[in-house]
């Protein structure tokens, strides 16, 4: 395939990480980091809120039936961070279906919410809870849309570059 305008190639980053994650300190504030089950409608909502400005559009193309379907059945594990007001302010998603390997999918906060180390803080908690499952290891790939700290983050919390591609957009 040859990139275009309408569909551009894009630096791909594929990280791991092995062995338990780095834990960073506890916090002190209102916000509260806790696994949730989620309908369709507050996910996508959520999941609108946080990836419109990265461009994610994965679960926004799933038929509803299948989003659904996925919400509903084991293999996700979610993880949201809210406010004082319980509003939600970032989630942590992993997709444990082909455990023990386990994929980080979705992870980043509200742009109101960026900034003030909260993104640290639940992607800690998170990998931290998830580890307690013994996976062999936990895996995510980051690309240029991706917030610009994206691969610098996950290399604080452990994880680690095994490969880097450049694909295009369209199979993203």
Same mark, same amino acid.
């Given at each position: 395939m040859i990139e275009t305008?309408? *569909? ?10 092995? #062995?338990?994650?780095?834990?960073? /300190? ?7 980091? %806790? ?9 996508? $909502? ?22 659904? +379907? ?11 961070? /809210? =406010?004082?007001?319980?509003? +939600?302010?970032?989630?942590?998603? &992993? =997709?444990?279906? +082909? &455990? @023990? #390997?386990?994929?980080?999918? *979705? &992870?980043?906060?509200?742009?109101? %919410? ?13 990998l931290l809870d998830e580890?307690?499952? /013994? ?7 980051? $690309?240029?849309? $991706?917030? @610009?700290? +994206?691969?610098?983050?996950? #290399? /604080?919390?452990? &994880?680690?570059?095994? %490969?880097?591609? =450049? #694909?295009? %957009?369209?199979?993203?």
């Amino acid at each position: 395939m040859i990139e275009t305008a309408a *569909n551009p190639q894009l630096r791909v980053t594929y990280m791991e990480l092995c #062995e338990g994650p780095v834990p960073t /300190r506890p916090r002190v504030g209102p916000e509260r980091i %806790a696994k949730e089950r989620l309908d369709r409608a507050t996910y996508l $909502d959520l999941y609108r809120r946080v990836g419109e400005p990265l461009r994610w559009d994965q679960r926004l193309q799933m038929p509803e039936a299948e989003l659904v +379907a996925l919400l509903k059945g084991g293999s996700l594990k979610i993880h949201v961070l /809210r =406010d004082g007001q319980e509003r +939600a302010l970032g989630f942590c998603e &992993f =997709d444990r279906h +082909a &455990f @023990p #390997e386990v994929e980080l999918k *979705n &992870f980043g906060l509200v742009p109101e %919410a960026q900034g003030r180390g909260l993104g640290r803080w639940l992607l800690s908690v998170a990998l931290l809870d998830e580890w307690k499952s /013994r996976p062999t290891r936990i895996w995510l790939h980051t $690309d240029t849309w $991706d917030h @610009p700290a +994206a691969v610098h983050l996950y #290399e /604080r919390a452990g &994880f680690r570059v095994y %490969a880097i591609r =450049d #694909e295009l %957009a369209s199979g993203m």
